[in-house]
């Protein structure tokens, strides 16, 4: 017990000391996990001598992350972005599919081969977009809900694939294929049972005693217990862990549930990706009957020049072909240049599922070793390279603005034209708060709420709201704005790059408007101060309510407006000092 403590001691130290160094010269914190991973794997320290273990944390981590996406997937957003998520996840897959065979066959490649290489290239990886979207708060913005739409439309494809070939390999060793349908039915079932369980459960264990400890067991017990299920019934436990934070994101506790699950998920996460960097060509050089490490990197080395530029060919064509596939398609479905750009970078790196799938066609005699070690360097490549990419996408949409608005030259959609002389604008509006908003439709005339939500845009503009459907993240569509004659703009978006990017355009040519912005950290509440907020609203300090309080004060009153503003400033300095 002592010895695997200090290894996993020494594991965090040297993924810390990595981490940071990468964090230092502000490098994707993401590529410090997998490097890290490499250098405690057999090639340099060998510390993770129970890889056991390590396989088990990594899994829990899957789980967790993709427990939280269910969280996020109310039924009522997969009708908003369903389509837009079928069409796009459905046509890059086999658009990708189409170039990915006739490259690898042109390359020499028997046709079967270049099929499951061309299946591996064609999927795209939830997890890692989930932990890149979270890093950059976008997970509620209309292309993050998007990107997230088709991924999952991907992943639910992957795992049909993975049928296909669990049923070529029974059938192969003789087995029955009916019993793989009956497996599919009993999944199907389960899910669908458990979308009507869930609340009566919830209100069974929590309507009188609403003990937050309890809950977050429950959330454990209930996210590993369905994905277990699913284990068990010949599924991966990441579906079952999808569909288990899918049933209870309709629920009213699925917040709190959210939040207490994060800190757990960041931790297990982690362990993911130093196991998928540890692991690296463990598939075609057997580390353990080799002792001397000079010899261990002559062979990786012999290994990478002969697959390297294989490897960074299908990595290009994975990180620019794939997002100019997505690019295009959502151009045809009409999003603007900048939700289609981004969500096109969701799609710029292969999916741990390639490497399951060509693990499985090797299993069965299809494909060779040599494949496996190929997917698995495009694999790290390309979450590389996605990495940069995501985490720079504001300098590379400048860059490439110009050459993607003469392809694409759809403005945000919305069918109201927004008037001139607008006073206030208010976006993240919940139908809770809709009531705040009577002192400011007594004080002004020209009010125009932004919703993103179709349904409830579509809700409120049949209750008489002055509401348009837009996107306040994207910067074609608040370029639309007079910003000089805004008196009040209220966002309550919890998004850092949304909040900042509507300070700066509103600032720019406007410094007497009222400011009201949200945040979901102090450090975050002050930058926005730094760029020129009236107001930050931080949920765990000040509750919206008595914030709406206080707007007739911060629009009446340049002293108290000056005085609140100050007063919480130097809190949050004293907070991050």
């Not at 981590?61 to 079928?86: C, E, Q, R, Y």
């Not at 979270?134 to 998007?146: P, R």
């Not at 909040?499 to 949200?518: A, P, Q, T, W, Y």
Request: proline share 2%; glycine share 6%; hydrophobic share 50%.
């Amino acid at each position: 017990m002592s010895s695997f403590f200090l290894e996993f001691a020494a594991v965090f130290v040297i993924i810390f000391l990595v981490s940071y160094t990468l964090s230092y010269f502000k490098q994707p914190i993401l590529i410090g996990y997998i490097l890290g991973g490499i250098f405690l794997g057999p090639l340099f320290f060998d510390i993770l001598s129970s890889s056991g273990y390590y396989q088990i944390f990594s899994h829990i981590g899957i789980a967790f992350l993709l427990f939280l996406v269910g969280l996020h997937l109310n039924i009522k957003l997969i009708k908003d972005v369903g389509l837009p998520s079928i069409l796009t996840g459905v046509g890059q897959i086999l658009i990708t599919m189409f170039f990915s065979i006739l490259l690898t066959t042109f390359l020499g490649f028997e046709f079967i081969t270049s099929v499951i290489i061309a299946v591996g290239l064609s999927f795209s990886s939830t997890i890692v977009i989930v932990k890149l979207l979270s890093d950059k708060n976008a997970l509620e913005t209309l292309y993050g809900k998007i990107s997230l739409g088709f991924l999952l439309v991907q992943d639910f494809v992957a795992v049909l694939v993975l049928l296909l070939i669990n049923s070529f390999i029974a059938l192969s060793g003789g087995g029955e294929t009916s019993l793989v349908f009956l497996k599919l039915f009993l999944a199907m079932l389960v899910a669908v049972a458990l979308f009507f369980i869930t609340k009566p459960l919830l209100k069974f264990f929590f309507k009188k005693n609403h003990n937050s400890e309890v809950l977050f067991l429950f959330s454990i017990a209930w996210c590993l217990g369905i994905a277990s299920l699913y284990d068990l019934l010949g599924f991966s436990l990441e579906i079952g862990a999808l569909i288990a934070g899918a049933a209870l994101a309709s629920t009213n506790l699925h917040y709190e549930i959210s939040a207490r699950i994060k800190p757990l998920r960041d931790f297990f996460i982690i362990l993911f990706f130093i196991v998928l960097g540890s692991e690296m060509f463990s598939s075609t050089i057997d580390f353990s009957e080799i002792s001397s490490n000079s010899e261990k990197l002559s062979l990786v080395a012999s290994e990478l020049m002969s697959i390297l530029p294989l490897a960074l060919s299908l990595s290009l064509l994975v990180c620019i072909g794939n997002p100019i596939i997505v690019f295009l398609i959502m151009t045809a479905l009409k999003y603007t240049p900048r939700i289609a750009f981004n969500a096109g970078l969701a799609v710029s790196q292969i999916s741990e599922f390639s490497l399951i799938i060509a693990l499985l066609a090797f299993q069965s005699g299809i494909i060779d070793s040599g494949v496996i070690s190929l997917l698995t360097l495009v694999m790290l490549l390309t979450i590389t390279i996605s990495s940069y990419m995501f985490y720079h996408s504001d300098e590379l949409y400048a860059f490439f603005s110009p050459m993607l608005k003469r392809v694409n030259k759809h403005k945000f959609n919305h069918d109201e034209k927004i008037e001139s002389g607008l006073e206030v604008i208010i976006s993240g509006l919940s139908r809770s708060q809709e009531h705040h908003m009577e002192r400011i439709w007594r004080n002004f005339h020209h009010v125009t709420i932004v919703e993103n939500n179709q349904k409830n845009y579509q809700d409120m503009k049949k209750r008489g709201f002055p509401v348009v459907f837009g996107d306040m993240s994207n910067v074609e569509f608040i370029s639309e704005f007079d910003m000089s004659s805004i008196k009040l703009c209220i966002s309550l978006h919890q998004d850092e790059e949304t909040s900042i990017m509507l300070v700066e355009n509103i600032r720019k040519i406007n410094n007497k408007g009222v400011i009201i912005v949200s945040a979901e950290s102090e450090a975050v509440a002050y930058q926005l101060y730094v760029k020129g907020a009236d107001y930050v609203i931080i949920p765990n300090h000040v509750h919206h309510e008595k914030a709406f309080s206080m707007i007739e004060d911060l629009l009446t009153s340049k002293d108290r407006k000056k005085k609140l503003k100050d007063e919480h400033i130097k809190f949050l300095k004293d907070v991050l000092d």
